[in-house]
């Protein structure tokens, strides 16, 4: 069975090719990019900044677990970012898509886990990603800044209640 610096490889991905590349170092291909997005071991990514394929900065990276990175330093503090967003690193770590695709759609929850809404687009000031316009359940626009997001994953979680998102005009 094909093995990765991780383990087994899933049994559909074990006949992948390898495909040469210019620095024999580094896989390619499928595997390559299950390298890639896994857990790195060795080198580091903390100070390494995270941007989308159109050059929006989310954050800088100031701490790593295992599926995800801790983003600080940005305008908006600490967040943790789901690893399941990275398509690559290389001298930064760039993710999957276009911020305002690969976030739109996701629900959104407040300090306490009552549902918020759902994230319809991003909001970006010179080139760094700002805040989400989120859609609440009656139908409302509340633009939420990244400073007030905790994580990103499989959702958005925010370290305010929901109730102050209003206050905030």
Known sequence: ??????????????????????????????????????????????????????????????????????????????MRLGRRYVSGVADRITLSGPVAQIFTGLNVVDSDGEFVGVVRDTNEADDVLDSFIVEDEQGEMVNVLLEDVRSIDEWVELSVAGDSLYEKG
């Open 1 to 78: 069975m094909a093995r990765t610096r991780r383990g087994p490889l899933p049994e559909k991905l074990q006949y992948a090719p390898r495909v040469r590349s210019a620095r024999p170092d580094r896989l390619t291909g499928i595997r390559g990019c299950i390298e890639l997005a896994g857990a790195r071991r060795g080198h580091s990514l903390v100070g390494m900044t995270v941007v989308d394929p159109e050059g929006i900065e989310v954050g800088y990276v100031s701490g790593e677990e295992t599926n995800v990175l801790v983003l600080g330093e940005g305008s908006g503090g600490r």
